[in-house]
């Protein structure tokens, strides 16, 4: 996107003509008038980016202006690196000297930025000529791309109608069963989902049903659509209304005002039983610019199909609906769609089936893609045809004429998206395919590239994270993972997408991705560069100088040959923001790093890295070190010279069995470690090195939301509550105590930290801290070897947000009772370890939405929780390694639900019932504790008969 080129690169011209008052005579006269122009563009550019279709004239002007914008930040850079790498300090002859030497080196800085900016200024000139030719273009291409969207958008269903429909009985089963229910009032049905998946399609079928028919006399059906103009909107209705009553539309109609035709649409259905369906619904604005036409009448149903879960959700809830979810096609759906459409016999040929296979794994079960796809394979008889397409699906995407209807359907929702999320979207591609993208990492990675911008009141991470739920709400892309407590955990890209935003990142030389044995044409100039094999792939070029962003994944040698150490931190890359060489195969900390003044984010997880040098101290403008599942166990002095620092990570879990108590391992932090005054995310913090001056050090970092200590010893406990007491913005705070029966000691906590959401404590507690009660933002509390002699029950139990409790030796009583009214939110609930605990009680109206229960390792339990039939929600109870007594006492027969439907035996290890299977894992404990997959059946495991 030549617009996120111009905006950065005008950010960047800002700050320097506030910082550099002593620009050269001239130069500033240039800068301020290349900034005016650069503004100018960069509103042209964003109108010119919403266009589908331009003309190739434009697509070179829009390159042109990319290209010059990059040469403006190269040259800015540049001048940086010269002028502030180099900053003598000192008072003696030798800083003296060094200040000379400064001055001079600055002085040429300034005449070669002259230089530089006198050339672009000519540049620039011969460009804004020719936005003057292209100004009236945007409007006029706007305007027929409106019309032509709207009809390519109808395609989507009516592509699928061709289709033999497979997978709609359910749904359309599902949806008019809310459709016809007796309930009084207005209801509004939404059905959401990713462009392709059939909405329309599913919505139609449903409209058309006799049932439904019966139902409900007067009907109407509505496109909104991205571009709908309310007047068109309600006038179509209105037609639709009369002709049901088989009478004239009202004289005037196409005068009439629209607060006249809404006034008309309600009278008319006043007292009336309706179904309304608003289809292809893309904004709240929409909805609300319609929902207040159609009155509130007994049994009406308003039908919603959206691809914002926002609109879904928030249109159901202000109108007591129901909101359906429509899930792509399974694998035999799929398959059962695409012989349908391709073989005239329905069963695909043996030597295609493989192809065939692949090719349906990349349509992820959506059916627009399903068709669309067998549309074209149907025409090639040849299995290397087949191939071809397989392997070239994204160039056929924008060439063949039934792959381009269904990408410009997909595509819809990117040229929907604010401004500030394309970027953010398209920086998707990065990844490769079927990746899981870890949701910190790349919230990190949006905030080093510039892509957030900040907003008062909120830290740049908080922003991000608004972005990232703005693109799930809009079905672009999918949750993968989730914490037990509901934070999202990694996150998806449908393939297809994907494929599609390649194809667009690579057209606006967004990304360059290097995959292994491809051959691809280079770009002249790679701005960000992604390796997805190995470093060999990547051809030397001096186009790589003016890289800012390198990123490396699924590499495959074993080790950096030299040639690949070459490529991956050659001289021309000093310009670099982002290196993530996260799982290279790295022993040794690569000293070039260490020259790249500009760099904000640099991961090393996962390598073999042990060492780093002190001119780490050198990366001033580093904002993510991520040292993760690395060797490195202590960090040199100079790290607290990193002043804009956001995350430091350096830690790893080493879990040598389930039981074992040192599983985690920290970096011994530097003394000065509180000057890193923006710090959010600390981990993990060995608290046996510095004693109470470094747990004092650490209430400086006053925007800590993350904080891991280990090693944490009692006669330190009152410096690090001081601390706490400080760190006001903490959400998550994590404390283990240097031995399993050294004591915690947080009771001199005066001021907790009032959004704290998570809080681990392992290690040894007198008692549990009397201020966990007061937090009421608290969704996860994990206590582990905690030893306490009374029920810490009492003091948990009300806490309004508690979502997950996990107890390992925390209790040594022989009782714990869940009373009535206690944990109101609860979900998870994990006893491990707890020897002494003979009884478990659970009261009715407790834990009311318990959905997951694991008893593990308590040797004394030897019957299920009395009070276990009240937990309606649960849906998985687990067993590991407990007596076969509580086994015995489970008993089939009582009515309840799934919760009783558990089994545990000890040659098996662990077994469960979920979603209306037994899962057997046996595990293997001599292969590093990993265990066999599990197996599924609906019947006992016959050795538990």
Request: glycine fraction near 4%; proline fraction near 4%.
């Amino acid at each position: 996107m030549a617009d996120i080129a111009v905006t950065y690169v005008l950010d960047k011209l800002m700050a320097l003509m506030q910082e550099e008052v002593k620009l050269l005579k001239g130069v500033k006269e240039e800068t301020v008038w290349i900034a005016d122009e650069l503004a100018t563009m960069e509103a042209f550019l964003r109108t010119a980016d919403e266009m589908e279709e331009r003309s190739p004239q434009l697509d070179v002007w829009v390159k042109q202006v990319r290209d010059v914008a990059y040469d403006i930040e190269d040259v800015l850079d540049e001048y940086r690196l010269v002028v502030e790498v180099t900053n003598p300090h000192g008072n003696d002859l030798n800083a003296s000297l060094s200040k000379i030497v400064f001055s001079m080196r600055n002085l040429r800085a300034r005449h070669h930025i002259a230089s530089e900016i006198h050339q672009l200024r000519s540049r620039f000139e011969s460009i804004s000529e020719g936005r003057q030719r292209f100004q009236g273009e945007t409007t006029i291409v706007d305007t027929k791309i409106t019309a032509k969207t709207r009809h390519d958008r109808r395609q989507d269903a009516l592509l699928l109608e061709e289709a033999d429909l497979v997978g709609i009985e359910k749904p359309k089963k599902q949806l008019i069963s809310w459709l016809v229910q007796d309930d009084s009032g207005r209801e509004v049905v939404s059905v959401v989902g990713m462009g392709g998946l059939g909405k329309t399609t599913l919505v139609k079928k449903v409209y058309d049903d006799t049932q439904v028919k019966l139902q409900f006399k007067y009907r109407a059906w509505v496109t909104v659509s991205q571009s709908f103009k309310m007047e068109d909107l309600l006038k179509d209705m209105v037609q639709q209304l009369y002709k049901v009553k088989r009478r004239p539309v009202p004289q005037g109609m196409d005068s009439m005002s629209t607060d006249q035709l809404r006034t008309k649409i309600k009278s008319f259905l006043q007292h009336k039983k309706y179904l309304v369906v608003l289809d292809d619904v893309w904004h709240m604005d929409d909805w609300d610019a319609v929902k207040h036409t159609l009155p509130n009448n007994s049994c009406s149903r308003v039908m919603l199909t959206t691809r914002n879960s926002e609109v879904a959700s928030v249109s159901c809830k202000e109108f007591n609906g129901n909101v359906y979810p429509l899930n792509p096609l399974s694998p035999e759906e799929s398959w059962t769609l695409f012989c349908r459409k391709t073989f005239w016999d329905n069963s695909c040929p043996p030597d295609l089936k493989s192809i065939t296979e692949s090719i349906l794994g990349r349509c992820e079960g959506l059916p627009l893609a399903i068709v669309a796809i067998s549309g074209v394979l149907g025409t090639k008889n040849r299995i290397d045809e087949w191939d071809m397409i397989q392997r070239s699906l994204a160039d056929e995407l924008k060439e063949n004429v039934r792959l381009n209807s269904m990408e410009k359907i997909l595509f819809l929702s990117y040229h929907d998206l604010p401004y500030s999320l394309k970027s953010c979207f398209l920086y998707f591609s990065i990844f490769p395919a079927s990746h899981l993208i870890d949701k910190m990492r790349l919230i990190r990675l949006w905030i080093a590239e510039g892509f957030v911008k900040e907003k008062e009141g909120m830290v740049l991470e908080e922003v991000a994270e608004g972005y990232l739920y703005e693109l799930l709400n809009r079905s672009l892309i999918q949750v993968a993972g989730t914490t037990s407590e509901g934070r999202i955990k990694t996150c998806r890209i449908h393939d297809l997408l994907r494929e599609i935003i390649i194809s667009k990142s690579r057209d606006q030389n967004f990304v360059t991705i290097a995959r292994g044995g491809q051959n691809m044409m280079w770009p002249d100039k790679v701005r960000r560069l992604s390796i997805h094999k190995a470093t060999q792939d990547v051809p030397e070029t001096k186009s790589n100088g003016r890289l800012r962003s390198l990123l490396m994944f699924q590499r495959v040698e074993s080790s950096l040959s030299k040639s690949s150490k070459s490529l991956l931190f050659p001289p021309d890359f000093r310009l670099l923001n982002l290196l993530d060489l996260q799982g290279a195969p790295l022993a040794i900390f690569p000293n070039e790093i260490t020259k790249l003044f500009h760099l904000k984010y640099l991961s090393l997880r996962g390598t073999k890295i042990e060492i780093i040098p002190s001119s780490i101290g050198n990366l001033q403008n580093l904002e993510t070190f991520d040292l993760k599942h690395t060797r490195v166990t202590a960090l040199p002095a100079e790290i607290s010279r990193l002043q804009k620092l956001r995350h430091l990570l350096v830690y790893r879990y080493e879990i040598e069995s389930y039981a074992h108590f040192n599983s985690k391992y920290g970096f011994k932090a530097v003394a000065q470690i509180g000057r890193l005054q923006f710090l959010q995310k600390l981990g993990i913090i060995e608290a046996d090195h510095g004693g109470d001056d470094m747990m004092k050090e650490l209430g400086r970092l006053k925007q800590l939301r993350r904080l891991a200590i280990v090693k944490l010893r009692r006669e330190n406990g009152t410096a690090l509550c001081s601390s706490i007491n400080l760190l006001t913005n903490l959400r998550a705070l994590s404390i283990t105590s240097a031995e399993e029966d050294e004591i915690i000691d947080l009771e001199s906590l005066s001021f907790p930290p009032p959004f704290l959401q998570r809080i681990y404590l392992t290690g040894c507690l007198e008692k549990l801290p009397y201020w966990i009660s007061s937090l009421h933002s608290l969704a996860k509390v994990s206590l582990k070897w905690s030893q306490l002699k009374v029920d810490p029950l009492e003091s948990l139990q009300g806490l309004p947000n508690l979502v997950h409790l996990e107890f390992l030796q925390v209790y040594e009583g022989e009782i714990l009772q869940f009373k009535a009214g206690g944990f109101q939110r609860l979900k998870v609930l994990g006893l491990d370890k707890m020897d002494a605990l003979k009884t478990v009680t659970v009261e009715m109206g407790a834990m009311p939405f318990l959905e997951k229960l694991i008893l593990q390792r308590c040797k004394s339990l030897h019957r299920l929780p009395s009070g276990i039939e009240h937990l309606s929600k649960l849906k998985l109870v687990e067993f590991f390694d407990m007596p076969n007594e509580l086994i015995l006492s489970i008993r089939p027969e009582i009515e309840g639900g799934d919760y009783l439907k558990v089994a545990h035996v000890p040659e098996i290890n662990s077994t469960y019932w979920r979603d209306g299977a037994w899962d057997v894992y046996s595990l293997d404990r001599s292969s590093e504790g990993e265990g066999s997959a599990p197996t599924r059946s609906h019947e006992l495991p016959p050795y538990w008969k």
